[in-house]
């Protein structure tokens, strides 16, 4: 008898993707993605270059070109964290009782298991909210909510502008919330006289405002800040322009202290500049550290730090500031007890996954996997709108 293989499988498989439930996953294909169908174990590293600023000199003739200064090129690491399968089987009997619904059971299973996937890619993309640099808006308010008011999102990408974000590739994912408030209140997004298009009013495409491509998450979901009230600069030359970590004391705990996500802004010359925090502190004094650039304005010793409310966030960003990469998961040498393997990508989300089928003791047992992990390598390019 010739061995079995998953050929037979296939149209099973691309019947799925097509019925396979399609929540809001907006971040997977707004993110800059290394979907390769290569194998990575867990825990591997994926190393980025991250070049410095260069300084610029004068132009002098010479005989000669001159020396050219040095650099130290630093690096941000990505581990691909997650190697997740979802499995699913069927005995024999069980085959037999479903009878002409089996093939349709198979293919639903295998849905919602690419489902299953791609949200917790999703969720992993949408927790990279904490590395962002600042924020703009109201916190507990959804964006958008005068008509014809699109200063949320101006000043959210004003931020990466100031930042020194390139214009082109520029992203803004909302909120559930907020995507609703958007094409609920901005009533000239889509009428086609004044849109140009009717993408929003018939397909509900929101497609491109102000150079920046629109999507919607499902998982940009609340934040709820930390409890600390009372903190206070304590460095006697107080933290410079540009200063990320910031030394902190006369705080009181409340439990939570400092959350990383916390929107925080200083007493002194700043309180219109909202920062980010991505690394917390749970004690009553010590350091906090602000996403990159830090400090817009310097900030004198003692002045006092307030976390802002509990909120919703949305993304504005460009491209380079998330990235993702994917691979399949790590076999062992001569592989494993698995009858046959195929990989496949989404063609939703572009990712690659693997289905595997392992014939066992009057069972058969279907599994889809895929090892991923996320990592913010240009953080500075990534802000907040609040909502």
Same mark, same amino acid.
């Given at each position: ?146 008509? !014809? #008011?699109?200063?949320?999102? +101006?000043?959210? *990408? /004003? $931020?990466?502008?100031?930042?020194? &974000?390139?214009? =082109? ?116 004094? !010590? #350091?906090?550290?602000?996403? +990159?650039?830090? *400090? /817009? $304005?310097?900030?004198?010793?003692? &002045?006092?730090? =307030? ?81």
């Amino acid at each position: 008898m010739s061995a079995n293989t998953l050929t037979g499988l296939i149209p099973t498989i691309y019947d799925a993707l097509k019925v396979v439930a399609n929540e809001a996953v907006g971040l997977i294909g707004a993110v800059s993605r290394d979907s390769q169908a290569s194998r990575a174990a867990k825990n591997q590293t994926v190393r980025s270059p991250v070049v410095p600023a260069l300084s610029a000199e004068d132009s002098t003739p010479a005989n000669v070109s001159p020396e050219t200064t040095g650099q130290t090129v630093a690096y941000t690491d990505m581990t691909i964290s997650k190697v997740r399968s979802v499995p699913f089987n069927v005995t024999g009997e069980e085959g037999l009782s479903l009878g002409p619904n089996y093939e349709v059971w198979k293919r639903d299973n295998v849905a919602q298991a690419i489902r299953t996937l791609r949200n917790e890619m999703e969720t992993d993309l949408a927790a990279l909210y904490a590395k962002a640099s600042r924020a703009y808006g109201t916190a507990g308010t959804a964006p958008f909510g005068t008509a !014809g #008011d699109m200063t949320d999102l +101006a000043n959210t *990408l /004003r $931020i990466l502008a100031d930042n020194g &974000a390139p214009d =082109t590739d520029l992203r803004c994912v909302l909120s559930m919330p907020a995507w609703a408030s958007l094409i609920g209140k901005q009533a000239s997004l889509f009428k086609v006289n004044e849109a140009g298009t009717d993408d929003l009013l018939r397909r509900g495409a929101i497609g491109e405002l102000f150079g920046c491509m629109v999507g919607k998450s499902w998982k940009l979901g609340t934040h709820t800040k930390g409890a600390g009230v009372g903190y206070d600069i304590n460095n006697g030359s107080g933290e410079a322009i540009g200063q990320t970590t910031i030394t902190l004391d006369g705080g009181t705990v409340n439990t939570t202290g400092i959350k990383a996500g916390d929107v925080v802004t200083f007493a002194g010359a700043s309180t219109a500049h909202r920062y980010v925090v991505t690394t917390g502190l749970t004690a009553v004094s !010590g #350091d906090i550290v602000i996403g +990159a650039p830090g *400090l /817009r $304005i310097a900030e004198a010793d003692a &002045a006092e730090m =307030t976390i802002g409310d509990s909120y919703t966030p949305s993304l504005g960003f460009h491209r380079s500031a998330l990235h993702m990469a994917v691979r399949l998961p790590a076999l062992p040498e001569g592989g494993d007890a698995a009858s046959d393997r195929m990989t496949i990508t989404d063609p939703i989300t572009g990712m690659v996954m693997e289905f595997a089928v392992y014939r066992q003791y009057r069972q058969v047992r279907w599994e889809v996997s895929a090892a991923w992990g996320v990592a913010a390598p240009n953080p500075e390019f990534l802000a907040i709108m609040l909502g």
